[in-house]
Structures are given as C-alpha cells and as structure tokens.
C-alpha cells in the first residue's frame, strides 16, 4: 500500500467528534457583570407597518420569505425582552 496525502488527513468522523466536544466547552454562559448590551430595535411608524402587511399577503404560498418573517419576529420579541431585564 502506497501512502499519498490522504494518509495524513483525520478522518471526518474524528473531525466532527472534535468539533462536539470543543463546542461543549462554549456551553455555559458568559458573565457581564451588571453591564448588558442588547442590541436596537428598529421602530417601524404604522404606514410601514401595514405596507409591509400588505405586501406579505401577495407572497405565493410556501414562501421561505414568511418564515423568516417568523424568525426576526422573535428576535425582536427576545432583545425587547433583554431591554426589559436589563433595566
């Protein structure tokens, strides 16, 4: 057998078995003190609002456009919630 580049890379599995265990040192959180940093939350006036309502409802069905809607939603609803805790 003859050993050419492929003898001296890891294997994926050792890889991704490498990259659960280092990821599992990240997993506690990080102390800040009494100093927390949320970020802005961008106010939208009521004619914004419901144009972009409207446009909403014209996106074909199954859009991707909508969930991700879904996800910056909660995302707003969680750094109103960080602002709140952090005062």
Request: hydrophobic residues 45%.
């Amino acid at each position: 057998m003859l050993c050419n580049d492929t003898c001296w890379t890891p294997p994926r599995v050792a890889l991704v078995i490498g990259t659960i265990l280092l990821s599992g040192c990240a997993e506690g959180g990080f102390d800040l003190g009494a100093h927390v940093v949320c970020p802005p939350v961008v106010e939208y006036s009521r004619e914004v609002q419901a144009r972009a309502a409207e446009e909403l409802l014209l996106l074909p069905e199954g859009s991707v456009v909508v969930e991700m809607l879904a996800d910056y939603a909660m995302m707003r609803e969680q750094v109103r919630a960080c602002k709140m805790s952090s005062r």
